[in-house]
T-cell receptor, first 112, second 117 residues
Framework: DAGVIQSPRHEVTEMGQEVTLRCKPISGHNSLFWYRQTMMRGLELLIYFNNNVPIDDSGMPEDRFSAKMPNASFSTLKIQPSEPRDSAVYFC??????????FGEGSRLTVL | GDSVTQMEGPVTLSEEAFLTINCTYTATGYPSLFWYVQYPGEGLQLLLKATKADDKGSNKGFEATYRKETTSFHLEKGSVQVSDSAVYFCPRGVVWLYRDSNYQLIWGAGTKLIIKP
């Protein structure tokens, strides 16, 4: 079975550009999470969807960040405009059993 | 509030040594407890879990016992290998009842483990 698939794996962009990260969760999973990981702040939950509906977006840093889940098999995280402090590894994870998350390999974002 | 405190790393051991990584939590009630592992350059993977007091989770030679009296869930392994080098996280579950189906994990900072041959 395919795991959680994220793209791109690496993204280098310049400050002010729009960045879109994509995620395909595991088929049948009903929860999807977007996390950000940095050395300074560790692992941070950005947003959590349940059955395609955003349940908790309190971790989204500011209005520059937005996330969508138009259907059960696809989600995007968009940053517009991007800033150097957004540089991080962004993980998508999906889940069927509460607490049992399956993570993708991450998208490493570098904003110059 | 609810939190998780992990042993500060890095923890450096020689191959075949005994491993303990400490994890304690604060909580109301009895949350489910988990250990996740993150190998270099990869996403996190669930290693083991325990859902109630005195439960023991185990996987790949790792064990952890849910100790209600000490609010702890320490990770142990009898003989570590170089391939166990990774960052280990011990989140706890929390349910926020004000929102339907809002079950989330409270994460600690992670403990980096380095195993030397």
């Amino acid at each position: 079975d395919a795991g959680v698939i994220q793209s791109p794996r690496h993204e280098v962009t310049e400050m002010g550009q729009e960045v879109t990260l994509r995620c395909k969760p595991i088929s049948g999973h009903n929860s999807l999470f977007w996390y950000r990981q940095t050395m300074m702040r560790g692992l941070e939950l950005l947003i959590y969807f349940n059955n395609n509906v955003p349940i908790d977006d309190s971790g989204m840093p500011e209005d520059r960040f937005s996330a969508k889940m138009p259907n059960a098999s696809f989600s995007t995280l968009k940053i517009q405009p991007s800033e150097p402090r957004d540089s991080a590894v962004y993980f998508c994870a999906s889940s069927l059993v509460p607490g049992e998350l399956f993570f993708g390999e991450g998208s490493r974002l570098t904003v110059l | 509030g609810d939190s998780v405190t992990q042993m500060e790393g890095p923890v450096t051991l020689s191959e075949e040594a005994f491993l303990t990584i400490n994890c304690t939590y604060t909580a109301t009630g009895y949350p489910s407890l988990f250990w996740y592992v993150q190998y270099p350059g990869e996403g996190l993977q669930l290693l083991l879990k325990a859902t109630k007091a005195d439960d023991k989770g185990s996987n790949k030679g790792f064990e952890a016992t849910y100790r209600k009296e000490t609010t702890s869930f320490h990770l142990e392994k009898g003989s570590v290998q170089v391939s166990d080098s990774a960052v280990y996280f011990c989140p706890r579950g929390v349910v926020w009842l004000y929102r339907d189906s809002n079950y989330q994990l409270i994460w600690g900072a992670g403990t980096k483990l380095i195993i030397k041959p």
